[in-house]
């Protein structure tokens, strides 16, 4: 897995963007990149070459998966890889961000393995 | 209200609490709440709408919910600031989210919004419906917690 890409982490809540770089820091990402939602991701990815991107689904202005919708409607980001972490689970969620082009999906509450885990998936 | 309800809400806040901040946590007697003041210094509050309309709150002592942020973020947290009301929320949200996907398992459907936080001794916590509010007080080794479930 090369660490050395650059990630954006967008989630309006610190807690969890702060947890996330925790995590990825101790996997040996480096480059990391915060957002508070969707829009603000959105500003983000348009100024600069993100090479993943770990989404929150719940979020004020523009949610989780209006962003992937928006993300995989873009050329420069269509195939970039996007993992959506969070609370929401319901079977309706999962259809819906499969269906809008998702890499994969976590499920709050998680550990440490399985953010290792699924970006050893996604990033192979 | 369905009592059904409730038990998704104390699964998902062990598991949750076990999870994301390595606390062993045991669930109490659950009782009828009379009034409107929180238990704990700091408190989450959402609401959910679905088959049934209500509310979730979590309450933390001071002391408890320190020690919960600090073992989520790996450093020590000495005081009730942003940063903890934060950690609050999402938790509150986290909780919502588990025990809305067991409560899908039952066939109840429930979508929720974004939680808010208050903090302060004595505060008030206001639910939406006029149901009976069923409170669950949590231990662990650094403080109590309390969960409030509200459904009309």
Same mark, same amino acid.
């Given at each position: 897995m090369?660490?050395?890409?650059?990630?954006?982490?967008?989630?309006?809540?610190?807690?969890?963007?702060?947890?996330?770089?925790?995590?990825?820091?101790?996997?040996?990402?480096k480059?990391l990149?915060?957002?508070?939602?969707?829009?603000?991701?959105?500003?983000?990815?348009?100024?600069?070459?993100?090479?993943?991107?770990?989404?929150d689904?719940?979020?004020?202005?523009?949610?989780g998966?209006?962003l992937?919708?928006?993300v995989?409607?873009?050329?420069?980001?269509?195939?970039?890889?996007?993992?959506?972490?969070?609370?929401?689970?319901?079977?309706?969620?999962?259809?819906?961000?499969?269906?809008a082009?998702?890499?994969?999906?976590?499920?709050?509450?998680?550990t440490a393995e399985?953010?290792?885990?699924?970006?050893?998936?996604?990033l192979? | 209200?369905?009592?059904?309800?409730?038990?998704?809400?104390?699964?998902?806040?062990?598991?949750?609490l076990?999870t994301?901040?390595?606390?062993?946590?045991?669930?109490?007697?659950?009782?009828?709440?009379?009034?409107?003041v929180?238990?704990?210094?700091?408190?989450? $509050?959402l609401? =959910? &709408?679905?088959?049934?309309? #209500?509310?979730?709150?979590?309450?933390? %002592? !001071?002391?408890?919910?320190?020690?919960?942020?600090?073992?989520?973020f790996g450093?020590?947290?000495?005081?009730l600031?942003?940063?903890?009301?934060?950690? $609050?929320?999402? =938790? &509150?949200?986290?909780?919502? #989210?588990?025990?809305r996907?067991?409560? %899908? !398992?039952?066939?109840?459907?429930?979508?929720a919004?974004?939680?808010?936080?208050?903090?302060?001794r004595?505060?008030?916590?206001i639910?939406?419906?006029?149901g009976p509010?069923?409170?669950i007080?949590?231990?662990?080794?650094n403080?109590?917690?309390?969960?409030e479930?509200?459904?009309?």
């Amino acid at each position: 897995m090369d660490t050395s890409i650059k990630v954006l982490i967008v989630d309006d809540f610190a807690t969890m963007r702060r947890i996330l770089k925790n995590i990825l820091k101790q996997i040996g990402f480096k480059n990391l990149v915060e957002a508070d939602d969707g829009t603000t991701a959105w500003e983000v990815l348009e100024g600069q070459k993100i090479d993943l991107i770990i989404s929150d689904w719940n979020m004020p202005k523009m949610t989780g998966l209006e962003l992937l919708k928006k993300v995989r409607a873009s050329d420069s980001y269509k195939t970039t890889p996007f993992l959506m972490v969070t609370a929401e689970a319901q079977k309706q969620n999962v259809i819906e961000a499969v269906q809008a082009g998702v890499s994969n999906y976590v499920v709050k509450p998680f550990t440490a393995e399985a953010i290792s885990d699924k970006l050893e998936k996604i990033l192979k | 209200m369905d009592v059904r309800l409730v038990n998704p809400f104390i699964n998902a806040t062990i598991n949750v609490l076990e999870t994301m901040a390595f606390v062993n946590v045991n669930a109490g007697k659950p009782y009828v709440k009379r009034d409107n003041v929180a238990v704990g210094d700091v408190s989450g $509050v959402l609401g =959910l &709408t679905g088959v049934a309309n #209500g509310t979730i709150a979590v309450t933390f %002592e !001071e002391k408890c919910i320190l020690t919960i942020v600090s073992n989520m973020f790996g450093e020590t947290m000495s005081e009730l600031n942003n940063e903890i009301a934060d950690a $609050v929320g999402e =938790l &509150t949200n986290m909780i919502s #989210g588990q025990a809305r996907r067991e409560l %899908e !398992e039952m066939g109840k459907v429930f979508k929720a919004a974004i939680p808010s936080v208050i903090t302060g001794r004595n505060h008030s916590i206001i639910h939406y419906s006029n149901g009976p509010k069923i409170a669950i007080p949590f231990n662990t080794d650094n403080g109590e917690f309390t969960i409030e479930v509200c459904f009309e």
